[in-house]
């Protein structure tokens, strides 16, 4: 795989239409909640793993999730990640998860290479965190698909982030499978924790926010999602900071004119977070 991908990603950055290393790649947002997430048998569980049935097989898979935030762009550079345990109070079987999925210099050097507007640093000391492991072993269990995690720079505004992604769109043509982790709503001092197995459970709040960020999702108009911080109430409610937010401006900054979007794992949960997911191309 290492070498394939190698191969792939040293082919150039500047591949035409018409003669494309390989099929251009859909995009991934996931709504990826409670770390239980990643061990539960659950309608989440089982969402994540039919959409890696569905999607063409990745060379590589570069994730952004609402976990790392840096100073600065970062983008995970070592040859074997460790999976990170992020997270506490949960049972004991959690912490003895462990994804040893392969990671990809290669990647990492041509994603650094991509993006021209911004420097994006190699790291080697992160890893996998548990907004990348927790979706991708559902999806990959077989953990033989390498995993490259680009950082969130705090510093950046909502349109910086976008734009950002935008240049990421040369490695969709390269096999890459590009994954944004976080939750569109996700308000933990709010959450209803006797609604926690309650799927299907939203305050008003939460089901308009939600509704109006599927609306323009579904309508391409991404403008009120970047400048999401001027869109009333329930927004401030559901995005009360950022970094579950962002990961689906990388997405969405990835979707060409015309190109569909579709929604999975669609449900709320304890009162203030949605798993919505987005599938474009």
Not at 84 to 90: C, E, P, V
Not at 192 to 200: F, K, P, V
């Amino acid at each position: 795989m290492t070498g394939n991908l190698s191969n792939l990603l040293s082919e150039g950055l500047n591949t035409s239409s018409g003669d494309q290393a390989s099929p251009v790649m859909p995009v991934l947002f996931v709504g990826h909640g409670s770390p239980m997430n990643a061990i539960e048998e659950n309608e989440f569980a089982a969402g994540w793993r039919e959409m890696g049935t569905r999607l063409p097989r990745p060379s590589a898979i570069l994730c952004v999730s609402a976990h790392w935030q840096s100073k600065g762009t970062k983008v995970t550079a070592m040859e074997k990640p460790e999976t990170i345990h992020d997270f506490g109070g949960f049972p004991r079987e959690l912490y003895e998860v462990q994804y040893p999925a392969p990671g990809s210099p290669e990647l990492a050097h041509t994603t650094a290479a991509t993006v021209r507007a911004r420097v994006v640093e190699p790291d080697r000391a992160w890893g996998l965190d548990h907004g990348a492991w927790s979706v991708i072993r559902r999806m990959y269990p077989d953990a033989d698909v390498p995993v490259v995690e680009l950082s969130l720079d705090y510093q950046l505004s909502p349109q910086q982030h976008y734009d950002l992604a935008r240049e990421l769109a040369p490695l969709r043509k390269k096999g890459v499978l590009i994954i944004g982790s976080g939750n569109m709503v996700h308000n933990l001092g709010l959450v209803s924790w006797e609604h926690m197995n309650t799927s299907g459970y939203a305050y008003d709040w939460a089901l308009e926010a939600g509704d109006a960020m599927k609306k323009s999702i579904l309508g391409g108009d991404h403008v009120p999602l970047i400048s999401y911080a001027s869109q009333g109430r329930a927004f401030r409610l559901a995005i009360p900071t950022p970094e579950h937010f962002l990961p689906l401006l990388y997405a969405l900054a990835l979707q060409e004119p015309g190109e569909p979007a579709e929604l999975f794992n669609d449900k709320p949960v304890a009162g203030s977070l949605t798993m919505t997911s987005v599938k474009i191309g």
